[in-house]
C-alpha cells in the first residue's frame, strides 16, 4: 500500500472512490488527499455525490475521470451488517449512483458498505419509483 497506509479513525469525515488506475478503493481527506487504499469500506451518514460537469465531460470525450465518491463518516463495524441492496454507478447509464436490480436512484444511507466498485445499503435508503411515491 506504500505512502497509502493512514487508516482513517472511526468517525473521521472521509471520501471512498474507486480507483480506475490499481482497482480497490482510494480514501481521502477532507482535504482531498488520499490518506489509504482499502479493498472495503464502511461509512456511516454517506452522501453519493456525483460531479454533474465532470460526468458531463466523461460522457462527452469518453475519458474517465474520478467524479463520483461517496462522503461519509468512516466506521468499523463488529460484525458484517446486513446491506443487501447493490448500488453501482455507471456515468453512461445514469447522473446518479442508482440500484443494480431496477435503477432506482440513492442520494443518502445511514451505512454503506463499499466493496470494490459496488456499495451495498438497505432497502430503506433507495428511493422510491415514481409509481411508489404516493
Same mark, same amino acid.
Given at each position: 500500500? +506504500?505512502?497509502?497506509?493512514?487508516? *482513517? %479513525?472511526p468517525g473521521q469525515w472521509v471520501r471512498v472512490h474507486y480507483n480506475l488506475h490499481v482497482g480497490g478503493l482510494s480514501v481521502t481527506n477532507t482535504k482531498g488527499r488520499v490518506i489509504?487504499?482499502? %479493498?472495503?469500506?464502511? @461509512?456511516e451518514k454517506a452522501q453519493f455525490r456525483v460531479s454533474e460537469k465532470m460526468r458531463d465531460r466523461v460522457v462527452l470525450t469518453g475519458c474517465?475521470? $474520478?467524479? !463520483?465518491k461517496v462522503h461519509g463518516s468512516w466506521v468499523e463495524p463488529d460484525d458484517e451488517p446486513a446491506l443487501p441492496v447493490a448500488v453501482r454507478y455507471n456515468p453512461y447509464d445514469a447522473a446518479d449512483f442508482i440500484t443494480v436490480?431496477? +435503477?432506482? *436512484? $440513492?442520494?443518502? !444511507? *445511514? @451505512? $454503506?458498505k463499499i466493496d470494490d466498485n459496488r456499495c451495498f445499503v438497505t432497502h430503506d435508503d433507495v428511493e422510491p419509483k415514481d409509481d411508489e411515491a404516493d
Open positions: 500500500m +506504500g505512502d497509502y497506509d493512514q487508516k *482513517p %479513525e489509504y487504499r482499502c %479493498e472495503t469500506a464502511f @461509512l474517465r475521470n $474520478v467524479h !463520483a436490480d431496477d +435503477g432506482r *436512484p $440513492v442520494k443518502t !444511507a *445511514p @451505512l $454503506v
